[in-house]
Each structure stands twice: as C-alpha cells, then as structure tokens.
C-alpha cells in the first residue's frame, strides 16, 4: 500500500512576506514612474519633428507613427524588467529563464528575419523622411501615389487605380517625385530640312510671352528657358524648352500649356515638324484602282 505523505508548504514568516510586499509594490511603482517618463519624452519627441514641419499633416502623421512604436518597445521593456526583479525579489533564479529567454529570442529572430528588416526599414523610412502620404514615387520604373505608410509595409496606388501593398524591406531605390520640384523638359522635333532659326525665333516669342503672362508668372519658380538646339540629325533638328515648377499641377499642366503654344507658333511661323508634310501642301492624289479602265499597270 502506498500511504501520501504530505509535504507542507513552508512560508516566510510575516516579517519576510511583508518585505516581499514592499519591495514588489516598489518595483510596481518605479516600472509605472518609468513609463510616463519615458511616454513624456515620446511626446516631446513627437512635437519636434511636427514643430520641424510646420505641423504638416504628413508630419503628424509620421511623428504619430513612431510614438506608437517607441511606446509599444518601452512598455514592453519595462513589463519585462519589472516581472524578471519580482520574480527575483519571490527567491526565483532568474538566470536559466534569462538564458531561455536569449535562446527563444534567437530563435524567434531566424524565424521573422523579414519580418524585422520591414520593421527596421519602415523606421528608416519615417525617421529619414523619405515619402509621405501624398507623395507620387517611382518604385522600379512605376509612378504611383503613397496611400499609407506603416512600419511593415506602404500602400501605393497606380495611374490605373491598383492598389499595391508593398513591404518596406523590399523597396531598394524610390524616387520620390513630389519634394520641392520638378524641372521638365519639352522637345520640339522640327524638321531638318525647315529653317531653323526661324524656328528658333518662333520658340523664342513663346518662351518671352509665358515668361511675362501673369497667369503662369506666379506658378512657376523660375522663367522659362530656352536651350537652343538640342540635336541634329538627318531626319529632324530638336529644340528644348525647359521649365521648372512645384511638383503636381504645376509642373504637369506648365508643360502642357508651354507645347500647345509651341506648336500654335511653329505653325504660324510655318516651319515643319518632324515627319509632317508641308503646311501649303494638299492632300496627295488617291492611287489608281486596279478595277479603273483609266490605269495602266506597271510593267512587271
């Protein structure tokens, strides 16, 4: 027969359980004290980089971003801290556990390497500033407008209305199209054989008058220029325009205007476009149907 045998539970006295009791309710209280000091400085952290801005919504919204992460990391660590000194303060050996501890964290590190470069690249990308939501970026050749940026991954949006989730550690050069401002140029392929400095002079009348139109004065940063002749060759002789505006309307419709009067004026001036038949030209005469009495056949 097997007879239980009951081992009784030996606890401290009152003195021990009673500074046991203090020194937690301490540890408790100095873990919170931490927290809201350190929540402070997340604040405070957060009013500078809007402050840095001009309180930009893209820099509420980045500086919001990285207080909730900075937040979430201190929490946790001070969760941590303060339940490892209990559990010390209750006679646990905390050492094995912070072995076990070490071992699980590598581990669970191989295991979500992706998922900590995105995290880390997503820090980079907020910090550094280098798009907001708003942005028009050229990701691998494609144009598309930033919808949302976490710290795993961007939402874009295309030209055609795609939307594409793209995970932060992947993207290895962005071109961000929208800071600042643009310089576009406007080539005019007149033909090789026009007269060019007729056509030169024509581009010169129209960059002059956009120059000194008030609707477009106040929207481009600076006058409109005019390189000159750009290329030669024996099909077409190029003349560039260029203009720089801010990023978006601007710029974008900048350009369009400047070939609409561009074109208006080499028309008027009468010089040939490249690949375009003469202004005074008619039309050539249809050719001769085979089913026509009046044609004659080539000799074969």
């Known amino acids: 027969m097997f007879v239980a045998m009951h081992v009784p539970i030996q606890l401290p006295d009152g003195e021990k359980l009673l500074d046991m009791a203090v020194r937690i309710a301490l540890t408790i209280a100095v873990a919170w004290i931490a927290q809201r000091l350190f929540f402070l400085v997340v ?7 809007t402050r840095a801005h001009d309180q930009s919504l893209p820099a509420q919204q980045r500086a919001r971003t990285l207080g909730q992460i900075l937040r979430s990391l201190i929490s946790v660590v001070v969760l941590v801290a303060a339940f490892i000194h209990v559990l010390s303060i209750c006679g646990w050996d905390v050492k094995p556990l912070l072995a076990g501890a070490g071992i699980l964290g590598v581990a669970v590190g191989f295991g979500a390497q992706w998922l900590v470069r995105d995290v880390i690249a997503g820090v980079f990308i907020l910090v550094e500033d ?16 930033v919808e949302a940026i976490t710290v795993r991954s961007t939402r874009l949006r295309d030209f055609n209305g795609f939307v594409h989730f793209v995970p932060n550690g992947s993207m290895k050069s962005v071109t961000n199209r929208s800071r600042e401002w643009n310089r576009v140029a406007i080539d005019l392929p007149v033909d090789a054989n026009a007269d060019v400095d007729r056509a030169l002079g024509a581009a010169r009348d129209v960059v002059d ?23 030669l060759s024996p099909a077409q002789a190029q ?3 260029v203009l720089r505006a801010r990023p978006g309307a601007d710029a974008a419709e900048g350009a369009r205007e400047l070939r609409r009067r561009a074109h208006r004026a080499l028309a008027a001036a009468g010089v040939r476009l490249a690949g375009s038949v003469p202004y005074a030209d008619a039309p050539a005469a249809p050719a001769a149907r085979r089913d026509d009495p009046d044609a004659t056949e080539e000799p074969s």
Do not use: H, T, Y
């Open 239 to 241: 003349i560039r325009l």
């Open 43 to 49: 604040a405070r952290f957060e009013r500078l980089i």
């Open 209 to 231: 008058a956009m120059n000194v139109d008030p609707e477009w004065k106040d929207r481009l940063l600076e006058p409109v220029q005019m390189w000159g002749l750009e290329q």
């Open 130 to 145: 280098q798009f907001s939501v708003g942005d028009v970026i050229e990701l691998e050749g494609k144009a598309a407008s």
